[in-house]
Structures are given as structure tokens and as C-alpha cells.
């Protein structure tokens, strides 16, 4: 007995020694920020996700606002697209959520879970055609605290104290609040359909069109929303609250489109004297440069939201405070007064149906692509609104606010997100080639023909370097190489010695060569390397100070 007893003490003792072991090897590999088992699951593409491509979601979800609750199931079409594949199919969903069924044909499905990734035992003899699964799920979602960065089912109330319910959960992704495929690189092809169920007293607004009604007998009703174009998982979202409706008509590249305002009750009258009008200035500028609003057939929307914004695809959220500025304060973080010309989230987020939307960004390490094209409609609003030297000021201006903490692009595969620089450094590059390219026209057809050519589509930042350097004929691939993988920012270092002006890069890549205007030059374009070059000017004396044009993110040192 006593024998038996110290076995069980010594295995008690490794037991817990081990424990402390991992304990303190998982506070390490946080602080190396090495990734884990799910961080890997989650952001790559696994096994048990290739060999499947997903069709269609058909959602349907009724919130319990007293106990933040959800109930809720997740049809899921599919097609077979490897026909040698894994028997598991990997659907995410966040813990406490919980899969309570799953069904195939009428059939019961078994599944098992590893934490936030659930694996389906599915028949191996699938169908390469409209396959699809029924899954059924309930429990209480992450709580988002501070929305949208967070992520997670945002509880709200009103200024009047009335229930509010939204959701936004673009960095952890959808798999917060909805069993899904919880990656970026796979869209249904077909779309989604949205059903909410609330009291009777609050209206549920969601991605698309509203296709029906249902009056319950239990003091609810279901709303059942519609959208045909292919959508982000994070794109799907819903607002539940005191809501009317403001629908009207605009004329624009493809025809009319139906452009409703989904505001509570109170907000009316500051819907149509700022959001409205907003809009229609936004939309006419983005329409010139984009090209033709992405998604006609399911019309464009805006919706009161309990958070500043968010880029949900056919249902805007809007929480900027009904005030031009750069802030809901109405400020100008640029410092030079042209951020209060435009409602920057209307801008921005509208901006994304675009790129972000249309065009999404297949793994989240480059969301650069989507928040730098946002970023640079802000400025080019501005220019139509103020004139082109109005937006280079206003870029030039949000040029200090860049931390350059880390590279833009983040580790793929493990659902990591980059710098927040991906904002406006990711701005600054598309402002720097713009600037480059130094003709408009020329510039619009680039922008206009991404959205063109890659309509609808999932994109790769090396899709994108290559279009835009393709399309202007010019080589950038030092360019993107410098800001968008490396944190540092180039020096152009000078001197002045009989009249000539000397140069070169340093702080940056051997192959960084980026051609510049300065105040010494005037308007002639020189072209540094990180070789010495010289040229002659005129009246220069040894005490000048040279500036770069304000149009550059590089900084000046004199040798």
C-alpha cells in the first residue's frame, strides 16, 4: 500500500511537472509569437479543406439578446473538386459555440472536435455536384469589447436604452458566430442566404436583399435576406435593432441602383442631410475611378451600427457619427484640414466593396491590398471634391502617422494579420506609384481594370504587383519589395559641392531605386540608386537644404 501510494505521488509529481513545463513553454512560444497547432489549422489550407469548394450558405440564426445567446443551423452546398480526398471535412467554430447535429440526406453525420476545428466523418462516396451538409449549433458567442477589432457578437443598446445587436469579426473571422469554412481563400461561388429571428419589435437587417417576412406565433419574426454575388465569410453580418428604412434610387455606371438606409429611428432627419448626401458625393467619385459598383444585382445598403464601421459586403456598417472628419469627432488626423471634406468612414468603407469585396485578399497576412485601396479612395474623394493638390496634402499629411513597427505583410497560413501600417503605408504605395505613373488617365485604367479583371475574385499580393507594373509598364517590384516586406524606410543621402548635387539610398534594399522629385530639382525627376550619383544645378550652395516632394515617404540626410 505504501508502495502503491509513493508510485502515485511520483506520477502526480510528473504530471504536475510537466504541466508547469508546457505552461511555460506556451507563455514562451506567445512571446516569440510562434504559431499554434490551430493557428495553423485555421489559416491554412489543410487536407480537409482542399478537396472541397464551397457553393452556397444558407444561415439561419435567432439571437437571445437577455442571455447573448445564438441557435442557429448552417446549410452548407459544396462541390467535390479532388476526387482522391480526405473522409473529414474541417468546419470552424469558435468555443463555447458547439456543433449540437450534423446531417447529410436525411442522415446523421458523426464528428469530432479539436477545440475551434471540427472535423465531419462524411460518406466517401460524394457526389463532384451539389453536395450538401446541415449543420446545427447553439451556444454563447465570443462577446466583442471593443468592436469591430476584437471580433465576436457585439450585445448593444441604443441611445433610447433599446436592445441593438451586430456583429464584426474580420481579423479572427466568422467562425465567432457561424460554423463555416473559416478562410479567406474559399467564397460561396453562389452566395448566401441570411435568415434572423427577432421579437417582433426589432428589425434584423443582413447581407443582399430582403426576400420575406415571416410573422411567428411566438412574438417573432424572421427576416430573410438574399445575396447572389460570391461573399467573404467576414462579410456576412446582421443588425438587429429599432431600424427604418430610407430607400432610394441612384443613377450610376450600370443603371440604377437601390440605395437603402437602414438607421434607427432617431437618425432620420441626420441620415438625409449627411449620410445621403455623403454617399452619393462618394459613390459618384468611386464610380469614376473604380469603375461600376460591384454588386448592382444586390444593391447597396448602409446600416446603423454600435461600432465606427465595417466593410460587410451589400450591408455597409456605419458608426461614424453623422460628421465629415476623420474621427466621429470630426477632427483631421492628417493635420491639414482636408480630411474634414469628406465622412472618412463612408469613404473608406464603401471604398471596400471594391477592394475587399469585389476583390478579397485570399489570406489575411495581405490585407494590405484591401485597406491601401480604401485608404487611397480617401484621397482620391478629396481631389475630386478639392482638386489634386488638395489630396497629395492630405496623403503627405497621414504620411507621420506611420509606425513601421513590422513589415505590412504578415507569416501566411496562420491566419496572422500584418502591421496596422497596412492602412496607410499600404496607401502611401499606391499614392508613390500614382505619382510615378504622373498621369491620371493612365492610373484610372489600372485601378478601373483590377476591378475588372479580377471581378469577384480572390487575389495574392504577387497578383497584384504584377497587374499594376504590367499595366503602367513600369517595373515596381523594388517598390513593393521595400514597403510592403521590410519596415524600414529608404534615406536619401546628398551633398552639395560645386554646383552638383550627389545621391544615393541608403536604409533600404540593394535593389530600391525609386525615382524622386526634390525642391532642388524642381520638376526634373532624378533617379537614385544606392550608388553615388551626381548631377549639375545651377546657384546651389553648400548651405541648401534639400526636400523631397511631399508626394515620397523616404527622409533626407545630409552627408
Known amino acids: 500500500m505504501i508502495k502503491h501510494l509513493i508510485i502515485c505521488k511520483k506520477i502526480l509529481f510528473f504530471l504536475i511537472l510537466n504541466l508547469m513545463f508546457y505552461s511555460v513553454q506556451g507563455q514562451e512560444n506567445q512571446k516569440l509569437n510562434i504559431p499554434t497547432k490551430q493557428d495553423t489549422l485555421n489559416g491554412s489550407i489543410t487536407q480537409e479543406r482542399i478537396w472541397w469548394d464551397i457553393q452556397h450558405y444558407a444561415l439561419s440564426i435567432k439571437p437571445d439578446y437577455v442571455n447573448k445567446t445564438i441557435t442557429g443551423k448552417n446549410v452548407i452546398e459544396y462541390t ?30 458523426d464528428f469530432t472536435q479539436n477545440q475551434n476545428i471540427w472535423y465531419l466523418k462524411l460518406p466517401k462516396n460524394q457526389a463532384s455536384k451539389k453536395n450538401k451538409i446541415t449543420i446545427y449549433y447553439s451556444g454563447k458567442p465570443t462577446e466583442s469589447i471593443k468592436p469591430p477589432w ?36 474559399d467564397e ?50 446582421f443588425y438587429i435593432g429599432k431600424y427604418i428604412n430610407i430607400s ?38 468611386l464610380e469614376r475611378w473604380f469603375g461600376a459598383f460591384p454588386f448592382y444585382d444586390d444593391g447597396f445598403k448602409m446600416a446603423d451600427a454600435p461600432y465606427i464601421g465595417m466593410e ?11 460628421k ?32 475587399g469585396n469585389n476583390m478579397t485578399a485570399a489570406d ?9 485601396f480604401a485608404g487611397l479612395a480617401e484621397e482620391l474623394v478629396i481631389a475630386d471634391i478639392s482638386g489634386t493638390q488638395a489630396g497629395n496634402e492630405f496623403m503627405a499629411g497621414r504620411f507621420r502617422t506611420i509606425e513601421n513597427d513590422k513589415p505590412i505583410i504578415a507569416r501566411y497560413g496562420i491566419n496572422e494579420d500584418g502591421s496596422q501600417d497596412n492602412y496607410v503605408k499600404g496607401w502611401a504605395i499606391l499614392h508613390m506609384i500614382k505619382s510615378i505613373v504622373d498621369n491620371d488617365s493612365k492610373y484610372r485604367e489600372v485601378l478601373q481594370g483590377l476591378n475588372r479583371d479580377f471581378y469577384h475574385k480572390i487575389v495574392t499580393t504577387k497578383q497584384i504587383e504584377n497587374y499594376i507594373s504590367l499595366n503602367t509598364a513600369i517595373d515596381f517590384q523594388y517598390l513593393f519589395d521595400q ?38 530639382t524642381k520638376d526634373i525627376w532624378i533617379y537614385p540608386t544606392t550608388t553615388w550619383k551626381s548631377m549639375d544645378v545651377k546657384k546651389l550652395l553648400p548651405d541648401d537644404t534639400l526636400k523631397i516632394d511631399i508626394n515620397f515617404y523616404i527622409t533626407t540626410r545630409k552627408t
Request: positive net charge; contains cysteine; glycine residues 8%.
Open 483 to 520: 514597403y510592403l516586406r521590410t519596415n524600414l524606410v529608404p534615406v536619401l543621402e546628398y551633398q552639395i559641392k560645386d554646383n552638383q548635387l550627389l545621391y544615393r539610398y541608403s536604409n533600404c534594399n540593394d535593389n530600391f531605386a525609386m525615382p524622386i522629385k526634390t525642391n532642388l
Open 364 to 372: 489575411i497576412a495581405d490585407r494590405w491590398i484591401q485597406e491601401g
Open 150 to 185: 476584437d471580433g465576436g457578437l457585439v450585445w448593444a443598446k441604443d441611445s433610447l436604452n433599446r436592445p441593438w445587436i451586430s456583429v464584426a469579426c474580420q481579423y479572427k473571422g466568422a467562425s465567432l458566430w457561424y460554423p463555416c469554412k473559416n478562410t479567406m481563400y
Open 312 to 322: 460587410h459586403q451589400s450591408a455597409i456598417a456605419y458608426g461614424g457619427g453623422y
Open 188 to 237: 460561396p461561388d453562389h452566395g448566401a442566404s441570411i435568415a434572423v429571428t427577432t421579437p417582433d419589435t426589432l428589425i434584423a437587417i443582413s447581407n443582399g436583399r430582403l426576400k420575406n417576412k415571416i410573422k411567428n406565433h411566438d412574438g417573432t419574426q424572421t427576416y430573410q435576406w438574399e445575396v447572389k454575388n460570391p461573399i467573404s465569410h467576414y462579410g456576412i453580418s
Open 248 to 285: 432610394q434610387l441612384y443613377q450610376g455606371k450600370k443603371g440604377k441602383l437601390t440605395m437603402d438606409y437602414w438607421v434607427l429611428d432617431y437618425n432620420k432627419t441626420k441620415a438625409e442631410k449627411h449620410m445621403i448626401p455623403e454617399v452619393n458625393t462618394t459613390m459618384k467619385s
Open 80 to 109: 467535390v473538386i479532388d476526387k482522391k480526398h480526405s473522409d473529414l471535412m474541417q468546419i470552424d467554430l469558435v468555443s463555447p459555440l458547439k456543433i449540437d447535429s450534423v446531417f447529410q440526406k436525411e442522415k446523421k453525420v
Open 324 to 355: 465629415r472628419g476623420t474621427n466621429k469627432k470630426g477632427g483631421d488626423i492628417s493635420n491639414t484640414g482636408w480630411g474634414k471634406k469628406t465622412d472618412k468612414i463612408i469613404v473608406h468603407e464603401m471604398a471596400h466593396e471594391w477592394f
